[in-house]
């Protein structure tokens, strides 16, 4: 699976941004995907995961009732809605794809794209 993620930029806080992941080379509708992000000098954490049929949607505490992910399988893409962003916000975003167990844990996920940038000013 190839993963390409997009929609990144400057956004002052409280605004919004919509990423979006777009998924090629096998089938997509059999992988659960997730969003990840990585700020400056910080380790790598979860964000928010969907599972292959798009239930059960799974959020970091942090980004709860503020994140919103979503896949649409007809087209291999995969959103992240995010709304009343923070400065704390700011940081690489970067989507997975996987097929073992459903799970916050990045171990779980085998496809990696390249990240998108999220920039939130105060």
């Known amino acids: 699976v190839q993963l390409q993620a997009s929609g990144g930029g400057l956004v002052l806080a409280g605004g919004s941004l919509r990423l979006s992941c777009a998924a090629s080379?096998?089938?997509?509708?059999?992988?659960?995907m997730g969003w990840f992000r990585q700020a400056p000098g910080k380790e790598r954490e979860f964000v928010a995961g969907?599972?292959?049929?798009?239930?059960?949607?799974l959020y970091a505490d942090s980004v709860k009732d503020r994140f919103t992910i979503s896949r649409d399988s007809a087209k291999n893409l995969v959103y992240l809605q995010m709304n009343n962003l923070k400065p704390e916000d700011t940081a690489v975003y970067s989507c997975?794809?996987?097929?073992?167990?459903?799970?916050?844990?990045?171990?779980?996920?085998?496809?990696w794209g390249q990240g998108t940038l999220v920039t939130v000013s105060s």
């Open positions: 997975a794809a996987g097929r073992g167990i459903y799970s916050r844990s990045p171990r779980q996920y085998d496809y």
């Open positions: 080379g096998r089938t997509f509708s059999n992988y659960f």
């Open positions: 969907i599972s292959w049929s798009g239930v059960s949607p």
